[in-house]
């Protein structure tokens, strides 16, 4: 086995972009792992077969923020259509007559437009 040419320290530098053995850019990320202080990643570098492990420090959280009003999510289709209509919108703000336009021209959905937005408004994750 060859041994180490790049620092652990320059390695973070240039963001794990580069082989430590050959200093290849061909690098195949595989499954993240856990052990008791880091997350791991184990990386293998297409250049020279070598492969090792990155270690990844949580450093903190953002919090998804739902882009359209809650109560949209307490209601039925026909109340939404109503709710948007009395806010002068002919569509809704977040699940566009485009989005579903094209939802519907791949076949993911059959459904009328509203009933759609009923849909996807239920099954995403927002709370
Ligand atoms: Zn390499």
Redesign the pocket.
């Known amino acids: 086995m060859r041994s180490v040419q790049i620092s652990e320290e320059r390695y973070v530098e240039l963001k794990g972009q580069r082989?430590i053995?050959?200093?290849?850019d061909a690098l195949w990320g595989f499954g993240m792992g856990r052990s008791d202080t880091y997350v791991t990643q184990q990386i293998s570098?297409s250049?020279?077969m070598?492969t090792w492990h990155d270690q990844y420090k949580l450093c903190g959280y953002e919090v998804d923020t739902c882009p359209y009003p809650l109560t949209d999510k307490k209601i039925s289709s026909s109340e939404l259509e109503e709710a948007c209509q009395d806010k002068g919108q002919t569509e809704h703000s977040y699940y566009t007559i485009a989005k579903w336009r094209q939802a519907v021209s791949k076949d993911y959905s059959l459904l009328g437009y509203w009933d759609w937005v009923f849909t996807k408004i239920h099954s995403d994750s927002w709370q």
Request: with cysteine; glycine share 22%.
């Open positions: 082989c053995y050959c200093n290849g570098c250049g020279c070598n």
